[in-house]
C-alpha cells in the first residue's frame, strides 16, 4: 500500500511541475507499479483495451470529420448568430448546449462533438479557445445530472437503491440537482476563466516559411475573376478525347484548371465531388465540368466549337482534391533559361505552372514560352500528394508556406450534410435505450464511416486527428485505480473519513461522503469511485438511522464533478491538448470549482432529499 501510495504521490507531483509530458509520466507510473510487483502485465495494460479509452480515439476521428467536413464552422456560425459580439453571451451558450446534450450523451460524447464547433465559433470570435474547452469539458459533466442516464454513477446508485428496497428513480430525478450544478459551473467559471487561463494560442515563431493561403492565392493571382465553366453534356463530340489531343492551351490561349465531375444520390444527401487535374492525358466523359481560365471570347469559341454549355459564373474555386502552392526558382536551378514548354513540370511532376510572379508583374499569358530566371515565383497547381513532393527536390526551388498544412484546413463542404447524419445517428444509438448498440460500438461504427464516406482526405488524415498523448494519459493512468483499490488504500481512506464522521451528525457525515468520494475521483474513474463509495453511503446513512437518498447522491454528484486533474476524466483529458493546458491550469480553475460545488451540493442536497 505505502508503495502504490508514494507512486501516486510522485506521479501528482510530476504533473504538477511540468517538465515532463503528462502522458510520459502516466506511463513511468504504471511500469513503477508494474516493476514493483502491485500490477500484474495484464493489469498494467487494461486501461489500453477500456472501452472507454477506444471510445475515446473514435470520438477523436468523428469530431475530426465533423470539422474536416466544415460542419462545424456551420453549426458554429449558426450558434454565434445567438452569441454576437458578446464573449459572456458566448460562454453562456457553450455551457447551456453542451449541458443540454450532455443530459442525454456521455460526457465524452458530447465533449467529443462539441469540440470542434468550439473552436470554430472561437475563430469566428476571434476570442482565445483555452477559455471555452474547460468550461466545456467541465459543462459536460454537470450536463450528465440532469437525468438518469447522464452519467454512470447516477445508475449505480438507481441500482443501490432499488436492491436496498427503496424504488427505482425517475429519469429526471437528477434534474434539480443538474441545475443546481449548471448554475453553479456558470457563476463560478466565468471568472475564474477569464482571470486564471492565461492565453494559450501558440506564440513559436516556428521555422517554417511565411506562406499565403488558397483564398490570398486566389485573390492576389486574380485566378476567379477570369474562370468560366463549361458543361461536356450528352453527345458532345469532346467525349473520349484527351486534354492532349484538345491543345487547348495553344489553339485556345486557355488555361485548364480542372476537370470536375459532380454526382448526388439520395435526394442530395449525399454529393460526390472529384477534381482532375488536366494532364494531357485526362480524358473527358459526359458531365465533367472543365474549369478555365482566359478570356471570354476564346472560352465562348472554345464552348461553341465543342458543343459545350457555357456559364461566365465560375461559381467557387474549390481545393478539395487539387490545391496550389507557390515556389521560387533558385539560382542554380537547372530550370533557369529553359521555356516553362520544356521544363517537363507536367510530366515529371504531375503540376501545372498557372502563373509566374517575376518583380511586381504576374504573367498569366504565353507562359508556354516564356524563359524562367532566377527568382521567379511560379505559382504551381496540382493534388495535394504531388506538391507535397517538391519539397522533396529543393535543389531547385524554394517551396513557401507548407502546402500540406494548407491542405488539411481545407473543408468537404459537399459532405457537411453525410457528416451530420452520421452524427446524429450516433448520438440517437448513444441516447436511445432500445437501439441494442453499446456506445463505443455506435462511436467505432461512425468513425469508420466518416472514413469510408470521404469525409477525410485519406485514412491517415483520420488517424492524425487523434489525441495520443491524451489516449495515453487515460489509458495509463487507469491501472493507478486497479492499484489503489488492489492493496486497499481507497476502501482504507474512504471507510476512515466517512466513519470518524458519523457521529458528528448527517450534514457532516454527507460532508465526508462528499469529499472523500470528490478526493478518490481525482485518481480513480468515477464509476469504480461510485461503486466503491455506495456501499458505505448506505451503511453509514442506515447506521445513522436517516435517509440514504441523499447520501448516495452526494456520492453520484463527487464522483461525476471531478475538475481538479486531466486525467480524472475523459472529458477532461479530451480538451487538455486542443486548449494548450498544463495540469496546474486545471488545478488553477478546477479546484476551486470543485470545492464551491461540494460545498453547494452538501447545502442544497438535503433541501431536496430531506435526511428523514
Not at 470542434?116 to 469566428?124: D, G
Not at 513532393?389 to 517551396?399: F, S
Request: one cysteine or more; aromatic letters at 8%; glycine letters at 8%.
Amino acid at each position: 500500500m505505502l508503495f502504490t501510495l508514494i507512486v501516486l504521490i510522485v506521479t501528482a507531483i510530476l504533473f504538477a511541475i511540468n517538465k515532463v509530458r503528462s502522458d510520459i509520466v502516466a506511463l513511468c507510473a504504471v511500469i513503477a507499479l508494474l516493476l514493483g510487483g502491485v500490477l500484474t502485465p495484464g493489469e498494467a495494460l487494461s486501461g489500453f483495451s477500456n472501452p472507454v479509452v477506444i471510445m475515446m480515439a473514435g470520438l477523436f476521428i468523428v469530431g475530426g470529420g465533423i470539422f474536416q467536413t466544415g460542419l462545424a464552422k456551420m453549426i458554429g456560425s449558426k450558434l454565434m448568430g445567438l452569441a454576437g459580439d458578446s464573449e459572456l453571451r458566448l460562454f453562456l451558450l457553450v455551457m447551456l448546449v453542451t449541458g443540454g446534450i450532455g443530459a442525454f450523451v456521455s460526457n465524452t460524447g458530447t465533449v467529443a462533438l462539441m469540440l470542434p464547433i468550439v473552436v470554430s465559433m472561437a475563430a469566428s470570435a476571434k476570442k482565445d479557445a483555452s477559455r471555452l474547452l474547460m468550461p466545456l469539458a467541465f459543462a459536460s459533466s454537470m450536463g450528465g445530472m440532469l437525468t438518469l442516464i447522464g452519467t454512470p454513477p447516477n445508475l449505480v446508485i438507481d441500482e443501490a437503491l432499488m436492491s436496498a428496497g427503496y424504488g427505482k428513480l425517475k429519469f429526471f430525478s437528477f434534474l434539480p440537482v443538474g441545475l443546481v450544478c449548471l448554475s453553479v459551473g456558470i457563476i463560478v467559471l466565468q471568472p475564474l476563466t477569464k482571470w486564471l487561463l492565461t492565453s494559450k494560442k501558440d506564440n513559436e515563431g516556428g521555422n517554417g516559411r511565411k506562406g499565403k493561403s488558397l483564398r490570398q492565392l486566389v485573390k492576389e493571382y486574380k485566378l476567379a475573376e477570369d474562370v468560366s465553366r463549361c458543361m461536356v453534356g450528352k453527345g458532345a463530340p469532346i467525349i473520349g478525347r484527351s486534354i492532349g489531343e484538345l491543345n487547348i492551351r495553344q489553339q485556345y490561349q486557355l488555361i485548364v484548371l480542372e476537370i470536375r465531375h459532380e454526382r448526388s444520390h439520395q435526394g442530395g444527401l449525399i454529393r460526390d465531388i472529384t477534381q482532375n487535374l488536366a494532364t494531357a492525358d485526362a480524358r473527358l466523359q459526359e458531365g465533367d465540368i472543365i474549369y478555365l481560365s482566359g478570356s471570354e471570347e476564346m472560352v465562348a469559341r472554345f464552348a461553341k466549337d465543342f458543343a459545350l454549355s457555357l456559364s461566365f459564373d465560375s461559381g467557387s474555386l474549390d481545393f478539395y482534391d487539387i490545391g496550389l502552392a507557390e515556389i521560387v526558382l533558385l539560382r542554380q536551378s537547372k530550370f533557369v533559361g529553359r521555356r516553362l514548354s520544356e521544363s517537363g513540370f507536367r510530366s515529371k511532376y504531375s503540376i501545372n505552372v498557372l502563373a509566374i510572379r517575376r518583380d511586381n508583374e504576374y504573367i498569366k499569358d504565353g507562359l508556354a514560352q516564356l524563359k524562367m530566371q532566377t527568382g521567379d515565383v511560379l505559382l504551381v497547381q496540382g493534388t495535394w500528394n504531388n506538391i507535397g513532393r517538391l519539397t522533396g527536390d529543393e535543389e531547385h526551388w524554394v517551396v513557401l508556406g507548407q502546402p500540406l498544412e494548407e491542405a488539411s484546413k481545407v473543408t468537404f463542404d459537399h459532405k457537411a450534410p453525410l457528416a451530420a447524419a452520421i452524427m446524429v445517428l450516433m448520438v440517437l444509438s448513444m441516447a436511445l435505450d432500445f437501439i441494442p448498440i453499446a456506445p463505443v460500438t455506435a462511436v467505432l461504427i461512425a468513425s469508420v464511416l466518416m472514413i469510408l464516406t470521404g469525409c477525410f482526405r485519406s485514412v491517415e488524415a483520420a488517424y492524425k486527428t487523434i489525441n495520443w498523448e491524451s489516449i495515453v494519459l487515460i489509458a495509463a493512468m487507469m491501472p493507478m485505480s486497479v492499484a489503489l483499490e488492489k492493496t486497499g488504500a481507497s476502501a482504507m481512506v474512504s471507510q476512515t473519513l466517512a466513519g470518524s464522521l458519523g457521529s458528528l451528525g448527517p450534514m457532516a457525515l454527507m460532508a465526508g461522503i462528499y469529499f472523500t468520494t470528490s478526493l478518490l475521483t481525482m485518481f480513480i474513474s468515477n464509476t469504480a469511485t461510485a461503486v466503491l463509495m455506495t456501499p458505505i453511503a448506505m451503511a453509514s446513512a442506515l447506521s445513522a438511522d436517516i435517509n440514504p437518498i441523499p447520501m448516495l447522491f452526494a456520492v453520484a454528484v463527487a464522483a461525476s464533478m471531478c475538475f481538479a486533474s486531466p486525467f480524472s476524466t475523459p472529458p477532461n483529458a479530451l480538451v487538455m491538448k486542443a486548449g494548450g493546458y498544463t495540469f496546474m491550469d486545471y488545478v488553477k480553475v478546477g479546484l476551486p470549482l470543485q470545492i464551491i460545488m461540494g460545498i453547494v451540493m452538501v447545502l442544497v442536497l438535503p433541501l431536496i432529499f430531506p435526511f428523514k
